[in-house]
């Protein structure tokens, strides 16, 4: 799978968990943001374990 898309919707509770993991796609300013033009299929695995590892589960990705 190539990812083409990477969003956190709203609910984002900032517990810091998606930077932590895939720093090079997340950051954490109040809340977390997507850094934009990124290529997220080099980080894929990653983001999807930040995806499934979000307690809220605001990290959506296609």
Same mark, same amino acid.
């Given at each position: 799978?190539?990812l ?5 919707i709203?609910? =984002? &509770? *900032? $517990?810091? !968990? =998606?930077?932590d993991? =895939? ?7 109040? !809340? *977390?943001?997507?850094i934009?033009?990124?290529? %997220? ?6 983001? &999807?374990?930040?995806a499934?590892? $979000? ?5 959506? %990705?296609e």
């Amino acid at each position: 799978m190539a990812l083409k898309k990477v969003e956190i919707i709203e609910g =984002c &509770i *900032a $517990c810091g !968990l =998606c930077s932590d993991i =895939c720093p090079e796609v997340f950051v954490m300013d109040d !809340l *977390a943001t997507v850094i934009p033009g990124v290529n %997220y299929s080099d980080y894929e695995k990653s983001v &999807i374990e930040a995806a499934e590892s $979000c307690p809220v589960e605001v990290i959506k %990705y296609e």
